[in-house]
């Protein structure tokens, strides 16, 4: 005996009904959290745009006066203390340590996932591996090479630790962007005579690029922002912006709208680099997700 096919489910029935509900109420919890994150940023901004009698008085004065002094006090005005020097240095060795990482995470992760090596994982928990070590634990042996090679307050010491301590992030996500790059355009490439670096250069390159940029972007982040090294290491020549906004903290007190100035001033790099490349990293970051 044939059995009755069921009927289909008509629109508006209470499982579709559910999920759209879900949908709505994951979708509010995310704009919560989002707008969570983002509100002590927008106060940081505001603040920055107050006089310091404002900026102090308790609870926070939302709707004074705007007031640039928080931004001249910053660049030097009245003390001549200028900050474009821990700007320029933060710079240089951020973008040189992120060229440097990715010049070498690049091949590693190419040698791990389109031409694998024996006991590849095994390599990839010991790049991880190098991470566990907690960095105040390596600081005073980095401070004793450090003085013996006379290279404190250089900014090519940071140069070298920024790459070392990005280096193993870079080759674990540069691993899974790599291994996504379809294995027929690699055999393409050999087919027609393709050497390494044409092959790293015109195949893998273009392809990756997202996942490159993602990379690049995260390793300039954490250059950008390291202090711990920056702090101890360095002093007159080659302190970076972090370092520069902690000497904002004086005896004599918190004024609050210059801190607030210098710290919106010192992550408009960073959030200019994002913005540059949230395309690409949108695409990274995604990259192998779906298949």
Known sequence: MNRPLLAPRRPGSPAPRRRRHTGTLLGLVAWLCGIGFFLPVAWMVLTSFHSETDA??????VGAGLSLDGYRAFFGAGSGVSPWPPLVNSLTASVVATVLVLLLAVPAA???????????????FFFLSTKMLPLVAGLLPVYLVAQNTGMLDSI??????????????????MRSFLAE???EMLE???????????????????VAMPGIA????????FSWNELLFARVLTGIVAGTSPVFLTG????QGLFLAKVCAAA??????????GFAAQDKLVQGLSLGAVK
């Open 248 to 251: 904002l903290v004086t005896s």
């Open 110 to 124: 190419y040698a791990l996932a389109i031409k694998p090596v024996r006991k590849w994982s095994d390599v990839l």
């Open 181 to 183: 790059v379809p294995v």
């Open 56 to 61: 102090a008085t308790n609870p926070p004065s």
């Open 214 to 221: 993602a990379t690049a972007l995260i390793s300039f982040i």
């Open 156 to 173: 090519w010491l940071l140069v070298l630790l920024y790459t070392s301590m990005n280096l193993p992030i870079a080759v674990w996500m």
């Open 188 to 206: 393409a490439a050999s087919i027609d005579g393709a050497g390494l670096t044409t092959t790293l250069t015109r195949i893998v390159a273009p």
């Open 264 to 273: 919106t001033v010192i992550s408009l790099p960073v959030i200019a680099a």
